[in-house]
Structure formats: structure tokens, C-alpha cells
């Protein structure tokens, strides 16, 4: 799975799934910043990534509207906004689980991928 994170997520957070061996790339890098919601998530799509964002109620209405219209995209993950740090493990559970699926016009909740501490 390729990942696409929206401009308010840390770059660190790109570089520490980097180290990890996951294709990630950033709105900055992609030259997307400051672009609309519809923009990120159509050069999202175009690159065959999946966009992780804080911005829930924007792209969840987004998919929904996109899905309405029989326009595909290639998956989208929504968070509460957290740290770089409080990110990693959930993506990297999500990606564990589903990261050889075929995400297309799914929606995931990040914070359901949370990883439960070990007693």
C-alpha cells in the first residue's frame, strides 16, 4: 500500500514509515499544498495512494459525494489528530492487516487499528 498524507500530517511521520519500508509521499513533496480537499484526494488517487489526513468531516463528505457520482478513489484514512509518534502504530497495524488489499473506495477510521499495550 501506498500512502499519500495530507499537509497537516508531520513529515516525520513520513520519514519514520520510510524506515520501515513504506512508500509514503507528502503534499509538500507532491507540490500539492494549500490545494483543495478534491485536489488531494484526486492526485491522490492519480498516483494510486491512499490518503491519510486529519480532516474527517471534509473527506468523509468528499468519498460519500464521490461514491454518489461513481467516481473511484483510491482509499482514504481518517484520524483525530495526533503525533507523529501516536500515529505509527496504528498505520503500521492498519497496513499489517489490510496493507495487500485493494482499498479503493474504502474509509478507515485510524483509531480503530490502535494496538492494545501489552500487559
Not at 500500500?1 to 520519514?15: Q, T
Not at 491522490?44 to 471534509?58: E, G, I, K, N, P
Not at 492498519?94 to 490502535?114: E, I, S
Request: proline share 4%; net charge neutral; hydrophobic share 40%.
Amino acid at each position: 500500500m501506498k500512502l499519500y498524507l495530507d499537509e497537516h500530517l508531520s513529515p516525520l511521520l513520513a520519514r519514520m514509515l520510510r524506515n520501515r519500508g513504506i512508500d509514503c509521499l507528502t503534499a509538500v513533496e507532491a507540490g500539492t499544498l494549500g490545494q483543495s480537499d478534491e485536489v488531494q484526494l484526486a492526485y491522490a488517487t492519480s498516483q494510486r495512494r491512499v490518503l491519510v489526513t486529519f480532516d474527517r468531516s471534509d473527506f468523509l463528505a468528499l468519498a460519500t459525494q464521490w461514491a454518489e457520482h461513481g467516481r473511484p478513489h483510491a482509499g482514504i484514512i481518517l484520524s483525530r489528530q495526533d503525533t507523529a509518534s501516536e500515529l505509527l502504530r496504528p498505520l503500521l497495524h492498519l497496513l499489517a492487516l489490510r496493507g495487500k488489499d485493494d482499498l479503493t473506495n474504502h474509509v478507515f477510521w485510524l483509531q480503530n487499528y490502535k494496538v492494545l499495550p501489552r500487559p
